[in-house]
């Protein structure tokens, strides 16, 4: 475990399904992300929440919505996806101000749910 | 954050050193460099990190180059369990522009 918790490890849906994906810290981070990797991809950077405020929206596509409801839970909201949208979502945490004490801006990742888009 | 440049893939023999390059020519002086892994199919762990005094802990040691424009990781006694994808990326420590950017890593296959 890494501090970082996200729920379901794996989730099927239709085109036409409506699903959300939950990310869940407890290690006093102030900033929240969500990547996509897909096979043999890099991972992508999807969205930045930084005290609760979005500060990054890397052109995702507006079927996937994000929302951070307070700075220990994030969520991604997903509709009408694509079978390409089949992907590990990654989701990960900092604490940006800490890390300029230590240097150290590091990143803490959860295990990633696995979507698969039918 | 400047762009990194790591071999795709390397091998190493179980119970060896296994030295991973990263090449970081366009650093600029305020970033470090930190690395992280990532077994199959989960989410990348951080390793370690850098300004530019070579560091070490529990699971590596990282060297950077008196000009900074390289560094190497080394995993000093190679298991099977460190296969895994590496990856190196610089940026600044703290505060400001934030956004970490993953590269394609070094894949790390470490045989018997």
């Known amino acids: 475990e890494t501090g970082v918790t996200q729920t379901p490890r794996h989730l099927v849906m239709g085109m036409t399904n409506k699903k959300s994906l939950k990310c869940e810290q407890h290690?006093?981070?102030?900033?929240m992300y969500w990547y996509k990797q897909s096979a043999k991809k890099p991972l992508e950077l999807m969205f930045v929440?930084?005290?609760?405020?979005?500060?990054e929206n890397n052109s995702v596509p507006s079927r996937f919505s994000p929302e951070c409801p307070n700075s220990s839970h994030l969520f991604l909201h997903l509709h009408t996806l694509q079978p390409e949208d089949s992907a590990l979502y990654l989701c990960?945490?900092?604490?940006?101000?800490?890390?300029?004490?230590?240097?150290?801006?590091?990143?803490?990742f959860g295990a990633g749910s696995r979507l698969t888009v039918l | 954050d400047a762009k990194t440049t790591q071999p795709p893939s390397m091998d190493c023999a179980e119970g060896r050193a296994a030295n991973l390059p990263c090449n970081h020519s366009?650093?600029?002086?305020?970033?470090?460099v930190y690395w992280y892994r990532q077994i199959h199919s989960q989410g990348p762990q951080y390793i370690i990190h850098?300004?530019?005094n070579n560091e070490t802990n529990e699971m590596a040691s990282l060297i950077i180059t008196e000009d900074r424009k390289s560094s190497t990781l080394i995993l000093p006694h190679a298991t099977l369990r460190d296969t895994a994808v590496y990856y190196c990326?610089?940026?600044?420590?703290?505060?400001?522009?934030?956004?970490?950017?993953f590269g394609r890593g070094t894949s790390l296959i470490v045989h018997p």
């Open positions: 990326i610089v940026r600044v420590g703290a505060g400001g522009s934030y956004i970490p950017t």
């Open positions: 929440y930084s005290l609760e405020e979005r500060v």
């Open positions: 290690l006093g981070h102030n900033a």
């Open positions: 850098g300004l530019k």
């Open positions: 366009t650093i600029s002086g305020n970033e470090y």
């Open positions: 990960a945490s900092s604490h940006p101000t800490q890390g300029a004490l230590s240097g150290a801006n590091v990143l803490t």
